[in-house]
């Protein structure tokens, strides 16, 4: 035990750091379609052995022996996307390149993608159950630029973008609009606080006139988006985390309760003394709604960071990218409802809106919102997926 | 997220060298026979060589079992401690993953699980772990020798007092008092340690293994030359040249001795006699600018690379070598007075308060100079080399 303690007690003083810790490189020419990527000797000797004579030297024979080996264990732990399409990397050749600290096995590549590809998703897994410390370079190289990200076990993804970084930046938002427009849940939840608003009444009894329709909607939105954004960020970012599927059965019970209030009660009370031309903040009837659009649109806030993990956050700014995550989450949302508004404002006249559209098409919804909430909190499927 | 950004651009920058420094491109050996890589191995004992491939044995056997996960991280370990090789300390890591992320850890992977966090200079993350350890057991002897290296590694001689004091009541009387003594060094009593530390060396010998004698030694010549006494320091390093064990830190300490007696050709055969140890480099390329031999533009080369590396990986931890490196190699000393500030942040031994204040008075930035001057009084630093410096950068200010 001693020698062990004093040991410990020296190593403290340890000055030495101009060492060099294991890294691989991963380089990719997307116009060539060509890929080099340099493993270090030392690395592969302990990942799949290549000392075949055991005289502590690897040899040019014995690597090119092992040339086979060496492949399948590099390309099973490497993924290439391209737009989202898999790659079919192959090995054309190997050689030796020289790095500071020593030979690394430079394996070159095919990269095997479809031509014309702008993005590519790289997902690296090698080394790291060996030595978690192990760190991947991956540079994308092409004729104006190099742009060069860091993996690792903690961070095992990354997006390579030829448009440079004005092109990865709209990447995230493209993600945040997509996100929100394959959330029927959002969706739904967005339509319940809508269908209400197009249904206030002036203090004269008679349909709010579109503009003022228009300024209740943007309160309640709005009270939504900043509920949904104050949480997304904290939980992007690992400060709060809920458990999913308590979050996923929230969010569906909120859109059963915002669909069955519009059963109940299609639309808001009238006003109760001459609100004259109502202004900013709108018509107080939207006020009954801008507080269950907040409370509800924190948890509908964790719901979109639960999709934020499949997604290469960390090439870059971390808070930038949740950043732009979440405009894009919010120019989806006013797309839909600058979509959808207009369609009902025009038909809010008839007299089966209240009672088919509003009144029935919440009854669906809060069935779909319950069928969702079953699903999610009792972690069944109640119809098998083909 | 500005240092994400610092960390694209200088990775740009550094790309943009790469093809000047590395070599052209792959290349393809003329013959099956040719050597691409010695391994690490070439370097290892047979004796070593055995012990190893028993402890992976018995490890890759029960995988989950503690004590032989410790048996074989202790020996990845000293390796890591012999030639100053990550690579070591990521094997020992990949043992641990068992552990990761569950509530209940025994005590000995904690330990290992600081070690590993102290050596990647993740302080915060290294004295978390102890405290767990010493909540469960507050007599941990390992625990509280490294809680205590760690506080005097960031310069903070009072928070290691009191782990020196805990280990003094527990059964290891020699470590306590020669943790003390090295507290109390480095906190304004240092002739009492000096003399404490010299009682303990005429203690018989005879148990003592050869690391015990290096530390002892190590720490005395280091405060032996802090307070002025350089014959006795001298006596102790001509001591450590002579053991026949050795680590990186001994090594390095000992080079770091010899290039200020200017015995450079002493550093290069140090270092040829250690090719395993790869954090001699730093020293290696000083000594041979010293004697303007040719290889030195090819050390400077390499050193440059690991640097750009490291940072291009995101290593934090070689901002001082980086910061001598730039002072005593490149003679740049603003970027030198760079590096020496960041490294203060992270480490406060009395060498990084020398960094800093030389740093500071070749880049004229005395004031720079002022956060060692305000530490040395708060914690009683008694280092001759330091106060001489900090009072000719007054001067100069």
Redesign the interface.
């Known amino acids: ?23 691989s490189y991963f380089t990719f020419y997307p116009q060539r379609q060509h890929i ?1 990527l340099d493993i ?4 592969l ?2 990942a799949v052995g290549l ?1 075949s004579n055991g005289d ?6 014995e ?2 022996q092992a040339q086979s080996r060496i492949s399948s264990y590099a390309l099973a732990r490497l993924e290439l996307l391209a737009d989202g399409q898999s790659c079919h990397l192959q090995l054309r050749q190997l ?9 690394y096995a ?1 394996l ?1 590549l095919d990269s095997g993608c479809p031509a014309g590809a702008t993005r590519w998703q790289l997902h690296y897994r090698l080394l790291f ?7 991947g ?1 991956a ?1 994308l190289v092409t004729a104006d ?4 990200h ?1 993996l690792s076990q903690q961070q095992p993804v990354v997006q390579l973008d030829a448009s440079g970084p004005a092109g990865a930046a709209v990447n995230f938002v493209s993600e945040g609009v997509w996100h929100i427009l394959i959330g029927y849940d959002h969706l739904l939840f967005l339509l319940c606080l809508l269908l209400p608003l197009t249904l206030l009444r002036a203090s004269d009894g008679r349909l709010l006139p579109a503009a003022g329709v228009w300024r209740a909607v943007v309160l309640v939105v709005t009270a939504f988006t900043v509920a949904h954004s104050l949480t997304l960020l904290p939980a992007a970012l690992g400060w709060l985390v809920l458990p999913s599927r308590l979050v996923e059965s929230l969010i569906a019970l909120s859109v059963v309760v915002a669909a069955l209030a519009n059963v109940w009660r299609p639309q808001p009370p009238a006003p109760q003394r001459r609100d004259v031309a109502p202004r900013w903040p709108a018509h107080r009837g939207s006020l009954r709604l801008v507080v269950p659009a907040f409370a509800f649109g924190l948890i509908h806030g964790f719901g979109f960071a639960g999709v934020l993990g499949e997604l290469p956050l960390h090439s ?5 990218n949740v950043f732009l995550f979440n405009a894009g989450v919010e120019l989806g949302q006013l797309g839909l409802v600058l979509l959808v508004l207009p369609l009902l404002l025009a038909v809010r006249g008839y007299v089966l809106y209240r009672p088919l559209l509003v009144r029935g098409g919440s009854a669906a919804m809060a069935v779909c919102g319950l069928w969702w909430l079953t699903e999610r909190s009792l972690d069944v499927q109640l119809w098998p997926q083909v | ?1 500005l240092k ?2 610092a960390g ?1 651009v200088l ?2 920058a550094v ?2 060298a790469l093809p000047a ?3 052209s ?5 003329r ?12 370097w290892l004992s047979s004796t070593t060589r055995r012990e190893l491939a028993a402890a992976q044995a018995a490890w890759r056997a029960e995988p989950h079992a503690v004590e032989r996960v410790q048996a074989l991280a ?1 020996l990845y ?2 390796q890591a ?1 012999d030639s ?4 070591w ?3 020992a ?2 043992l641990l ?1 068992p552990w990761h992320g569950q509530a209940r850890v025994p005590a000995s992977i904690r330990v290992l699980r600081a ?1 590993l966090a ?3 200079h993740q302080f915060a993350q290294a004295l978390q772990e102890l405290q767990a350890v010493l909540k469960a057991e507050p007599r941990h ?2 625990a509280l ?2 809680q205590a ?2 506080h ?2 960031q310069g903070r001689p009072d928070a290691a007092r009191s782990s020196c004091a805990a280990l003094q009541t527990a059964q ?1 009387l020699v ?1 306590g008092l020669a ?1 003390m003594a090295q507290h109390d060094g480095l906190s304004g009593k240092g002739e009492a340690a000096l003399q404490r530390l010299q009682q303990l060396r005429q203690l018989p010998q005879a148990g003592w ?1 050869s ?2 004698q ?2 002892l030694a ?1 720490i005395t010549a280091d405060l032996a030359q802090r307070l002025r006494q350089s014959a006795l320091a001298g006596q102790e390093w001509r001591r450590l040249q002579a053991l026949a064990w050795q ?4 090594r ?2 000992l080079a770091d001795w010899l290039l200020e007696q200017g015995e450079y050709r002493a550093v290069l055969r140090l270092a040829a006699a250690a090719p395993q ?6 020293r290696v390329a000083q000594a041979q600018q010293a004697l303007r031999l040719p290889q030195a533009a090819g050390s400077i ?3 440059q ?3 750009a ?2 940072r ?4 934090s ?2 901002a ?2 980086e910061a001598r ?1 730039a002072l005593h190699v490149l003679h740049q000393p603003t970027l030198a007075l760079l590096r020496a500030q960041e490294n203060w942040q992270q480490q406060r ?1 009395p ?1 990084d308060a020398r960094l800093l204040v030389q740093a500071a008075f070749e880049a004229g930035q005395p004031a720079a100079a002022d956060p060692v001057r305000q530490w040395q009084q708060a914690t009683g630093l008694q280092d001759a080399a330091l106060t001489s410096l900090l009072q000719r950068v007054e001067a100069r200010s």
């Open positions: 035990m001693r020698p062990l303690l004093l040991m410990l007690f020296l190593l403290s003083s340890l000055a030495a750091h101009a060492h060099k810790a294991s890294d080099q270090a000797v030392r690395d000797e302990l000392d502590d030297a690897v040899s040019w024979g690597l090119r050689q030796v390149q020289t790095h500071g600290d020593g030979n430079a070159l159950d060996t030595d978690p410390l192990h760190r370079i540079s630029a190099t742009q060069t860091v870059g700014s971390l808070l930038l | 997220m994400c950004i694209v990775a740009g790309l943009a420094t590395a070599a491109g792959p290349w393809q050996p013959s099956d026979r040719d050597i691409v890589q010695v391994l690490p191995q070439r202790v370990l000293q401690q100053a090789d990550p690579r300390l990521g094997q890591l990949a993953q070690r102290q050596h990647d002897e390992e020798l490294l290296s760690i005097l590694v290891s470590l943790c293994t690391d015990q290096a530390w190590l680590s990186a830190a001994v390095a300490g140890d790869q954090a001699l480099l730093l080369r390499q050193l690379d690991r640097f590396a490291a291009l990986r995101g290593d931890g070689h001082r070598e490196f031994e060498q």
